[in-house]
């Protein structure tokens, strides 16, 4: 079983990984002076299929490389994660990406300063969040809803390929991937899930890849950054937790 500290090392460190290409494909794609500018949408869902592969390679020795609440939380339904270590996992998750939302916003601060100097500057939470197409709440919960159950279901079946992974034993060092391949298989997942399910709301699926950012960018002094879009955080976050629990509840009627 992962120690509490083991969680938050690993946790932290790959969360940060993956907000830092995550938010950093997004600056490169939106932001004015990027030599990626205008790249395009399957730019962006490639960005975070490597940035999930980054990150979960990174943090997997150490935490089995949940990096996203919707993630931890689809275990502990299933019988993977031990309940008390849930809280432990998201702190670590939230804190890595505000840092890494920070990181990204380092990286691209010459473009993120320019963006002040231009005559009809563009608003910046597109870089740190997502925000919906056509705002309507309730079909922006579903679209979260299944888009989810579209990356934490088909992750708890990947661990069973092997017999490993989130069935196992509690106590085993496996991890919830199962194996290190299945790591590249979620990622390839999460940009086949930007692909195809990303369009109307921009695919947050993991509460902490929103709304870690979220409050960076309500906090940095962004030039004519614009609203943090208080209002429709609650979908990001509520919609993957839902997803969560009906991807734990399948997994365990299933076995």
């Not at 990286?107 to 563009?122: E, M, S, V």
């Not at 991890?175 to 290190?180: A, P």
Request: proline fraction near 6%.
């Amino acid at each position: 079983m992962y120690s509490n500290g083991d969680i938050v090392v690993g946790e932290v460190i790959g969360t940060a990984i993956l907000i830092l290409f995550g938010a950093g494909v997004c600056a490169a794609v939106t932001l004015h002076h990027s030599k990626a500018r205008a790249a395009g949408w399957v730019v962006i869902a490639f960005g975070w299929g490597m940035g999930v592969l980054a990150g979960a390679y990174t943090a997997a020795p150490l935490s089995g490389g949940h990096l996203n609440p919707a993630v931890t939380l689809g275990s502990a339904v299933a019988g993977g994660t031990p309940w008390s270590k849930v809280p432990v996992y998201v702190l670590a998750q939230m804190v890595g990406a505000a840092i890494g939302a920070v990181l990204a916003w380092a990286l691209y601060y010459a473009q993120f300063a320019a963006n002040a100097d231009r005559d009809k500057a563009q608003p910046t939470l597109g870089v740190f969040s997502t925000a919906p197409e056509i705002r309507k709440p309730a079909a922006n919960l579903v679209t979260e809803v299944i888009a989810t159950v579209g990356l934490v279901l088909p992750l708890l079946f990947f661990g069973e390929n092997k017999g490993i992974g989130i069935g196992q034993v509690p106590g085993e060092r496996a991890g919830v991937y199962g194996s290190g391949i299945n790591v590249l298989l979620v990622a390839l997942l999460v940009v086949g899930i930007g692909l195809s399910l990303g369009g109307p709301t921009g695919y947050a699926i993991n509460p902490a890849r929103d709304l870690g950012p979220r409050v960076v960018h309500a906090l940095l002094p962004i030039p004519n950054k614009g609203s943090s879009d208080w209002g429709y955080a609650w979908i990001p976050v509520a919609g993957p937790l839902i997803g969560a629990v009906l991807s734990g509840l399948v997994y365990r009627a299933a076995f």
